[in-house]
């Protein structure tokens, strides 16, 4: 459980990170033509940053959940869903006060957050994970991903002009190369998981394929 909590952080944070920043390029190319303009680029992108905010937590909630499940306590994620549906509730009523509909994708990520916490905490009643070593991971994580993400947003936002497309493709490939270069750097124990993981993948395919041509 470890291994994957710490896998999947390591995947999802920098997608987090690079969503959040490159938002408004993301939305304009998926949404921006006809009648959908750069008004609505920006409320869009508004409302895609507040769920890109929870994209982690969004994700661990079914993995954590399943410990519950081999345990047979199935009442615990009951309770927790149930919690965690009035508590969006009443954080979208309050949220959509002050920022609008953009409040509405902040409830939702900060909702999915305590709960994912509270699934942590009811956790120990079965197994106990190295909770500080996971968080120091994902804070390098994170640290690694605003780095990797805010090098090629200052070069596509102030250096160079670049339509939304290329941005896109620049951006993604800068980032994907310095977070593997910096995740090195400091020792991201998740990193050589994944490029395990993609090695036996691409093997994998490879076999396949050889055996379909024989």
Not at 72 to 98: A, E, S
């Amino acid at each position: 459980l470890y291994r994957i909590i710490d896998t999947l952080s390591y995947v999802i944070i920098p997608i987090s990170v690079y969503c959040i920043f490159f938002s408004k390029d993301l939305v304009s190319i998926a949404f921006q033509r006809g009648a959908f303009d750069s008004t609505a680029t920006y409320l869009t992108s508004q409302v895609f940053i507040g769920y890109s905010a929870g994209m982690l937590f969004i994700g661990l909630r079914t993995i954590v959940s399943n410990v519950f499940y081999a345990f047979g306590d199935t009442k615990v994620t009951l309770y927790i869903t149930i919690l965690g549906i009035f508590l969006n509730i009443g954080l979208n009523v309050l949220l959509f006060q002050y920022y609008g509909v953009v409040g509405l994708a902040y409830a939702t990520s900060l909702s999915s957050a305590i709960c994912h916490f509270i699934r942590l905490a009811m956790l120990k009643r079965f197994i106990r994970l190295d909770y500080k070593t996971l968080f120091f991971e994902m804070i390098k994580a994170l640290s690694t991903s605003v780095i990797s993400v805010l090098i090629p947003f200052y070069i596509c936002e102030y250096i160079i002009s670049l339509n939304s497309f290329m941005s896109i493709v620049l951006s993604a490939i800068v980032t994907v190369v310095l977070y593997l270069l910096v995740g090195k750097l400091l020792h991201i124990q998740a990193q050589n998981e994944v490029i395990q993981m993609v090695k036996l993948k691409l093997l994998k395919a490879g076999k396949q394929n050889k055996s379909k041509c024989d």
